[in-house]
Structure formats: C-alpha cells, structure tokens
C-alpha cells in the first residue's frame, strides 16, 4: 500500500521497508522506526518519532511548566 512507502520484499529499496543490509540480507523495517533515534539517557530505548502528537503534547505541557511572570 502507499502509506507502507516504496519497495517490498521483492524490490527493496534504501528508503523503504525492505532494504539491503550491511551484510547483504534482505532487511524488513517500519518506516515509522526508521525515523526514531536512539534515547540519550537510556541508549537501549528508542525514543518518540519527533513530530508525533505526543511528543508535540509533551513539549506544549513542558513549555506551559516553564512559564513565568515578572510581579
């Protein structure tokens, strides 16, 4: 389907699911994994997609947390 991006099993592609590996194997990975990083506190973890509703909910609270005013 379009929404699983280009390529498939039998035509992979670097910027699809399916693509060749370092090691020469067929590779099948989410697109939506793709563009997750590693978390800086806990290396093991992957962290949220970056403009995903959640993250920008988390940071809309967090800056709302940060405010202050001048009496």
Do not use: V
């Not at 563009?35 to 997609?49: K, Q, V």
């Not at 509703?53 to 405010?67: E, G, K, M, P, W």
């Amino acid at each position: 389907m379009y929404y699983d991006g280009p390529g498939s099993e039998k035509s992979p592609t670097p910027y699809g699911q399916y693509f060749i590996g370092e090691d020469g194997k067929l590779k099948h990975e989410t697109m939506i994994n793709k563009m997750r990083g590693r978390c800086t506190y806990f290396p093991e973890e992957l962290r949220i997609a970056k403009m995903s509703y959640t993250a920008d909910l988390y940071n809309l609270l967090n800056d709302l947390n940060n405010l202050w005013y001048a009496k």
